[in-house]
């Protein structure tokens, strides 16, 4: 499928608040200048990738706001300022949104003069959480009120400077995106809690003309095997498996010929480094070692294709993790919670929904179907009975109405090698 990808939980709760109006802010100051090129890695590591992708397409599509002009901005809840340079992602400064223990939220908006048009476009936004270690960024478009809105709502952890490809994970009302009359940011700390985010370079990208849905599978659990991959080849949906590499060929886990069985049949073969510890938790020369280990393993037993894509261990990523993997992947898979747009602007760091629970997971690929967005599932165990995961009737469930759907099924290499990757 034609997709703008590079290789590629929240809730509103009070609406109330005057909404002044704003004039539009000027187009300045779109990404560093050593953050963004052609993302070339000078290297002889014959494991690294050609390019850092989230160098090469962390600037892609056009920038809404640069944050330059915050006097456009009003607050709701918390309070609103501008950093220095020295703090700034891009141009001058950067928005720092900070809630106080007795705040909730930090929560700002911006309303506009004329509406935008925003129906053939996904939005990013640059943030930087520095407290708490992880929260959910929450973005409200209401189009062209807060009766009908999109809730655009991904979890992040605390690991720097990060670019968020947002997707509603709800919809109130029926929003035109055609008529967007103001956007709202907020970080939904809870009662009693501190919380500082920074946000910078708001930016669109250009909206795919279809829709498409990712099924992964952590752990290589022999139920993906067994259970999964039946289901599956009846209904023509390929998958993706975060593989273990020293848990092959255990009682519990797939053995490396059924791995490949699922390989010619389509299927993905990915790097999933998990290790006793996060990466949050790894020193840069442990991050290093793992991706290379498991990477190298997958090249070895001619997995080449998966290799080149990664799902996070735990969903947990620092910043030195991240900078580590977009040197040895084009793509990884994190948490985050919510659908995204194709045209992902940090491709390291994409967004997965929980596939445990049937109508959660359904509901998420009819957004995908409706919005022309990405949707990818995360499995794990399928039908065991006895642990916390999806049962065989519940994974019928997803799988059936996948097929049905006005979407396509894919993996990372179809992502990746499609004709816009």
Known sequence: MALGVAGVSGCV??????????????ATGSRPADSCGDGALDTDDPLAVEYDARRRFGCRGDLLDGFEDLSVWETYA?????????????????????????????WVYREFDSPLDLSDRDLSLAVRLDAPESESVVVQVLAPDRENQFVLSKGVWSAGWLRVDLGPSAVKGDPDLSEVREIRIQLPVGEGAEGRLLVDALRTTPKSDRGAVMLTFDDNHRTQYDTAFPVMERYGVPGTVGVIHRAVDYATTMSLAEMRELQSAGWDMASHPQLERSFRQLSPEESRSAFRES????????????????????????????????????????????????????PLLVSRVTGDDPDRTTAMIDLAERYNLLTVVRLHTIGVGDDKYVSTAGFERIVEPLADADVDAVTPSDLWDGPTG
């Open 295 to 346: 990477k190298r393993w997958l090249v070895d037993e001619g997995f080449e294709d998966g290799a080149r894509f990664l799902v996070w261990p735990f969903g947990k990523y620092d910043a030195d993790a991240v900078e580590t993997a977009a040197r040895y992947h084009y793509l990884g898979f994190a948490g985050g919670g919510c659908p995204v747009g194709t045209g992902v602007t940090d």
């Open 13 to 26: 709760e009070s609406d109330s608040g005057p909404s002044p109006g704003t004039t539009d802010a000027p």
């Open 78 to 106: 918390g309070r609103l300022d501008a950093t220095g340079p020295e703090r700034a992602y891009a141009g001058t400064q950067s928005a720092e949104l900070t809630a106080a223990a007795g705040d909730g939220r930090a």
